[in-house]
């Protein structure tokens, strides 16, 4: 297999035609998103590596609710589930509004859209 030198790299020479196609490696650069995007996407990801926080976001998919309904539904301890709900208001993915003696939790309009897109992947396969 024939080999091309682009900058430092030897890569074989297919790769370094398309490659020029795209504007060589800094061309390359400037099609992939900003490095914010990883870190926010990240985040979400990690967010979402727990079935209790995706519990609770398909809970809130559903409607916005009070701390005490999202506890009936996951059955766990105060303590727990406020750990699970700052990491999901941390990432982005929830907020709540304070009514009255309680906090409403939702989803928030991106996360929705995330988890939408999420789920439609899942199904689909």
């Given amino acids: 297999m024939a080999r091309k030198e682009v900058g430092d790299l030897s890569i074989p020479r297919e790769i370094a035609d398309s490659l020029c196609s ?5 061309g390359l650069v400037d099609h992939l998103p900003p490095d914010d995007l990883f870190e926010h996407m990240r985040e979400w990801y990690q967010a979402c590596a727990d079935p209790v926080r995706l519990k609770i976001l398909s809970l809130l998919m559903v409607q916005p609710f009070c701390v005490c309904v999202i506890k009936a539904v996951v ?6 589930l406020s750990y699970h ?3 999901l208001k941390k990432a982005g993915m929830i907020e709540g509004e304070q009514q009255g ?4 939790y939702q989803i928030t ?6 988890l ?5 992947r ?4």
């Fill in 101 to 104: 003696n309680y906090i409403i």
């Fill in 22 to 26: 795209c504007g060589g490696l800094e």
């Fill in 109 to 114: 309009p991106n996360a929705r859209k995330f």
């Fill in 75 to 80: 059955k766990m301890a105060d303590s727990k």
């Fill in 85 to 87: 709900l700052t990491i």
């Fill in 116 to 120: 939408e897109g999420e789920l439609r």
């Fill in 122 to 125: 899942y199904e689909s396969e």
